[in-house]
C-alpha cells in the first residue's frame, strides 16, 4: 500500500514534469506581479525575473533527473 502511495510523488515521466512547471510558473508569475505591486521600478521587476527564472531551472533539473533515472536507473 505505502508503494502506490509513494508513487503518487514520484515524476516518472516528461509530461509530468511539464505539468509540475507549468502549476509552478503559474504560481510565480502570480508572485511576480504581487512584488511588482509592492516593489514598483526596477526592484520589482527584478524579484518578478528571479521568481520566473528560478521555475526554468528547477524545470530544467526535472528533466536532467527523469533522463538521467531512465539511463541509470535506481542506481545514481
Do not use: N, S
Not at 526592484?43 to 533515472?69: N, P, R, S
Amino acid at each position: 500500500m505505502w508503494k502506490k502511495f509513494k508513487r503518487l510523488f514520484v515524476i516518472k515521466t516528461k509530461f509530468e514534469a511539464f505539468l509540475i512547471t507549468y502549476a509552478l510558473a503559474t504560481g510565480a508569475v502570480a508572485r511576480g506581479q504581487a512584488y511588482m505591486v509592492q516593489y514598483p521600478g526596477i526592484g520589482g521587476k527584478l524579484l518578478f525575473l528571479a521568481a520566473t527564472g528560478a521555475v526554468f531551472m528547477a524545470g530544467a533539473k526535472m528533466l536532467e533527473a527523469i533522463e538521467l533515472h531512465k539511463a541509470y536507473g535506481d542506481d545514481y
